[in-house]
Protein backbone atom coordinates (compact mmCIF):
# COMPACT_ATOMS: atom_id res chain seq x y z
CA UNK A 1 0.00 0.00 0.00
CA UNK A 2 1.09 3.45 -0.94
CA UNK A 3 0.16 6.56 0.66
CA UNK A 4 -0.12 9.71 -0.85
CA UNK A 5 -0.68 13.43 0.16
CA UNK A 6 -0.68 15.99 -2.51
CA UNK A 7 0.14 19.74 -1.36
CA UNK A 8 0.16 23.39 -2.92
CA UNK A 9 -2.62 24.04 -4.31
CA UNK A 10 -4.53 27.31 -4.28
CA UNK A 11 -5.88 30.49 -5.93
CA UNK A 12 -3.51 32.16 -8.66
CA UNK A 13 -4.46 35.03 -10.95
CA UNK A 14 -3.81 33.84 -15.49
CA UNK A 15 -0.22 33.75 -16.10
CA UNK A 16 0.67 32.62 -12.58
CA UNK A 17 3.04 29.88 -10.97
CA UNK A 18 1.80 27.52 -8.41
CA UNK A 19 4.17 24.22 -7.52
CA UNK A 20 2.73 20.58 -6.53
CA UNK A 21 3.84 18.53 -3.72
CA UNK A 22 3.36 15.03 -3.01
CA UNK A 23 4.65 13.32 0.14
CA UNK A 24 4.85 9.66 -0.69
CA UNK A 25 5.03 6.77 2.52
CA UNK A 26 4.51 2.80 2.29
CA UNK A 27 6.93 1.95 -0.50
CA UNK A 28 10.55 2.45 -1.83
CA UNK A 29 9.98 5.81 -3.21
CA UNK A 30 12.69 5.22 -6.06
CA UNK A 31 11.02 1.96 -7.02
CA UNK A 32 7.89 3.89 -7.93
CA UNK A 33 6.72 5.60 -11.24
CA UNK A 34 4.74 8.79 -10.82
CA UNK A 35 2.60 11.17 -12.38
CA UNK A 36 -0.10 13.79 -12.27
CA UNK A 37 -3.47 13.54 -13.25
CA UNK A 38 -6.65 16.74 -12.92
CA UNK A 39 -10.20 16.49 -12.99
CA UNK A 40 -11.96 19.44 -14.15
CA UNK A 41 -15.75 20.41 -12.54
CA UNK A 42 -18.13 18.16 -14.53
CA UNK A 43 -15.47 15.89 -16.62
CA UNK A 44 -12.99 12.77 -16.49
CA UNK A 45 -9.99 13.02 -14.68
CA UNK A 46 -7.14 13.31 -17.73
CA UNK A 47 -3.77 12.98 -17.56
CA UNK A 48 -0.82 16.05 -17.24
CA UNK A 49 2.78 14.50 -16.55
CA UNK A 50 4.24 11.02 -15.93
CA UNK A 51 7.85 10.93 -14.83
CA UNK A 52 9.98 7.25 -14.34
CA UNK A 53 11.41 6.34 -11.07
CA UNK A 54 15.13 7.49 -12.30
CA UNK A 55 13.69 11.29 -13.47
CA UNK A 56 15.34 10.23 -16.25
CA UNK A 57 11.83 9.98 -18.76
CA UNK A 58 9.09 12.49 -18.63
CA UNK A 59 5.47 12.39 -20.68
CA UNK A 60 3.03 15.65 -20.68
CA UNK A 61 -0.41 16.31 -21.98
CA UNK A 62 -0.31 18.20 -25.13
CA UNK A 63 -2.32 20.70 -23.30
CA UNK A 64 0.62 21.56 -20.25
CA UNK A 65 3.64 20.57 -22.13
CA UNK A 66 6.18 23.61 -22.06
CA UNK A 67 4.35 25.01 -19.35
CA UNK A 68 4.24 22.64 -16.69
CA UNK A 69 7.59 20.48 -15.02
CA UNK A 70 6.98 17.05 -12.76
CA UNK A 71 10.23 16.20 -11.20
CA UNK A 72 11.01 14.08 -8.39
CA UNK A 73 13.30 14.26 -5.18
CA UNK A 74 14.23 10.68 -4.13
CA UNK A 75 15.89 11.40 -0.83
CA UNK A 76 12.77 13.61 0.02
CA UNK A 77 10.18 10.95 -1.31
CA UNK A 78 7.76 13.74 -2.97
CA UNK A 79 7.35 14.60 -6.46
CA UNK A 80 6.57 18.19 -7.99
CA UNK A 81 4.85 19.58 -10.47
CA UNK A 82 6.02 23.08 -11.74
CA UNK A 83 3.37 24.89 -13.41
CA UNK A 84 3.83 28.38 -15.02
CA UNK A 85 1.65 30.72 -17.02
CA UNK A 86 -1.56 29.14 -15.86
CA UNK A 87 -4.43 29.55 -17.93
CA UNK A 88 -8.67 29.40 -16.07
CA UNK A 89 -8.50 26.09 -17.83
CA UNK A 90 -6.17 24.73 -15.96
CA UNK A 91 -8.35 25.24 -13.45
CA UNK A 92 -9.41 21.69 -11.35
CA UNK A 93 -8.33 19.44 -8.70
CA UNK A 94 -4.73 17.98 -9.08
CA UNK A 95 -3.80 13.94 -8.09
CA UNK A 96 -0.69 13.06 -7.76
CA UNK A 97 -0.13 8.78 -8.84
CA UNK A 98 1.47 6.14 -8.69
CA UNK A 99 2.87 2.32 -9.23
CA UNK A 100 1.35 0.66 -12.10
CA UNK A 101 2.85 1.49 -15.70
CA UNK A 102 3.38 4.19 -18.75
CA UNK A 103 2.28 2.45 -22.18
CA UNK A 104 1.53 5.11 -24.44
CA UNK A 105 -0.68 6.18 -21.43
CA UNK A 106 0.01 5.90 -17.68
CA UNK A 107 -1.97 3.20 -15.52
CA UNK A 108 -1.55 4.11 -12.24
CA UNK A 109 -2.62 2.12 -9.02
CA UNK A 110 -2.52 4.45 -5.97
CA UNK A 111 -4.06 7.90 -6.15
CA UNK A 112 -4.12 10.74 -3.49
CA UNK A 113 -6.83 12.58 -2.12
CA UNK A 114 -6.15 15.84 -4.27
CA UNK A 115 -5.40 19.10 -4.42
CA UNK A 116 -7.63 22.36 -5.72
CA UNK A 117 -6.04 24.68 -8.29
CA UNK A 118 -7.86 27.52 -9.30
CA UNK A 119 -7.33 30.06 -11.73
CA UNK A 120 -8.64 33.11 -12.26
CA UNK A 121 -9.29 35.53 -15.29
Known amino acids: QVQLVESGGGLVQAGGSLRLSCSTSGRTFSSLPMGWFRQAPGMEREFVAFVSESGRSTFYAASVKGRFTISRDNALNTLYLQMNSLKPEDTAVYYC??????????????WGQGTQVTVSS
Open 97 to 110: ATDGYYSGRYYPRY
